[in-house]
């Protein structure tokens, strides 16, 4: 059986994507059969950002409808060969998702996959509410900032309410705080809020803090998920946090402004 | 981070991944702008090919792959369908 996670946030572009992709690609790195599945139905973005966007030809709407089967709309990735993609639909509109839509593609991935990941479009409306329905676990993407911190907390409270497990009155589904765009030389400046507020505000285990990085944009320019950038803090932070969701204990890294030597001085080296 | 970081990042890095993303989004927006005034032959193209190889010999729709690769001046489609072997054929 396949657990069934959803990447989700509540406010807009916080990095639920590129957590998304992280994660799935992290996962199946680590040998874990993954699947990770765009609910941004009308704005698909997560091909653009795995790289995959020139070999679409079914998505997720094609499947519920009939027009494709599962394996035909599934895009396996030449990276992690144990790692595959469903994009969501551009051209339909939201109400193309059903429950028992999705509930099928879920039932039927949970065979072949040992991860499902549930890409969750913003907002509290259908997209994010189906994305998030069929959860095991959830990803809370933040942001050290009022609206998304905010915004968590709002998407809490649905996943306590509104998930298939919420109703069903099973075990809660199991929740993960995710800080990104994480800028340790602000907070020390007291510009932005701090890692131990937000988790104080909250309550909610840490899975990782990944802080503001060039590699992120240099990532999605290229459709290479950050986690492949071995190199960078970002792809480290993930690599990290997809260790911490695996049962690893791995200490917290980059909470702390990046003590700038010499040379990074004189040659003004920024942060990969 | 180490020292040599520094040199790493005094390549021009950044440039060429911005033209990728030029690239990239030149194919798909091409794409996709054809798809909004006309409907996107794709499926049923693939559908009717399934059937068509469905009159010759039994297959297992589960088994088709379809895969394409979206160009600038050429896209390739490959489908991909398992035929059963001899053996299955006889049996039915
Ligand atoms: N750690 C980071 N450092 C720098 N930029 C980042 C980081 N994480 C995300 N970003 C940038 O933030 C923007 C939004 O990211 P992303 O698309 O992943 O958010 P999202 O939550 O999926 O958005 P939406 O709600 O629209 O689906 C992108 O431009 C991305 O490059
Ligand atoms: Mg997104």
């Known amino acids: 059986m396949a657990k069934v996670v959803v990447v989700t946030s509540g406010k807009g572009g916080v990095g639920k994507t590129t957590s998304s992709a992280a994660f799935a690609t992290g996962l199946a790195q680590r040998g874990k059969k993954t699947v990770v599945i765009d609910f941004d139905v009308g704005l698909r973005n997560l091909d653009l950002i795995m790289g995959v966007e020139r070999r679409v030809v079914f998505d997720i709407v094609n499947v519920i409808q009939g027009e494709a089967k599962l394996n035909q709309a599934l895009i396996r990735d030449k990276r992690v060969d144990t790692l595959a993609i469903l994009p969501a639909s551009q051209t339909r509109d939201k109400d193309a998702l059903t429950k028992d839509g999705v509930a099928g593609i879920i039932e039927e991935l949970s065979k072949d996959y040992d991860y499902i990941l549930c890409d969750s479009p913003a907002g509290i409306e259908k997209g994010a509410l189906l994305a998030l329905y069929f959860a095991d676990e959830a990803i809370v993407v933040t942001n050290p900032e009022v609206s998304s911190v905010r915004d968590s907390d709002r998407i809490l409270g649905v996943l306590q309410s509104k998930s298939k497990r919420a109703e069903e009155k099973k075990d809660a589904v199991k929740e993960h705080l995710l800080v990104t765009r994480y800028d340790p030389a602000r907070v020390e400046r007291g510009e932005m809020l701090k890692l131990e507020d937000i988790r104080e505000i909250l309550a909610i285990p840490l899975l990782g803090v990944v802080p503001e990085s060039e590699s992120v944009l240099r990532a999605s320019n290229t459709g290479t998920p950050v986690i492949l950038d071995a190199e960078s803090v970002a792809g480290q932070a993930y690599a990290d946090s997809v260790a911490r969701f695996l049962g690893e204990e791995r200490p917290h890294r980059f909470l702390d402004p990046e003590k700038k030597g010499l040379f990074k001085r004189l040659f003004g080296g920024r942060a990969a | ?92």
């Open chain 2, 1 to 92: 981070m180490g020292w040599l970081d520094i040199f790493r990042a005094r390549k021009p890095e950044g440039g060429s991944t911005a033209t990728a993303a030029k690239e990239r989004l030149q194919i798909v927006l091409a794409h996709e702008r054809v798809s909004r005034t006309r409907e996107d032959f794709l499926p049923k193209l693939q559908q009717e090919l399934v059937a068509v190889v469905a009159r010759y010999v039994s297959i297992d729709p589960g088994k088709v792959a379809v895969n394409l690769d979206r160009g600038g001046d050429m896209s390739t489609l490959a489908i991909e369908i398992e035929l059963p072997g001899p053996k299955v054929a006889v049996a039915r």
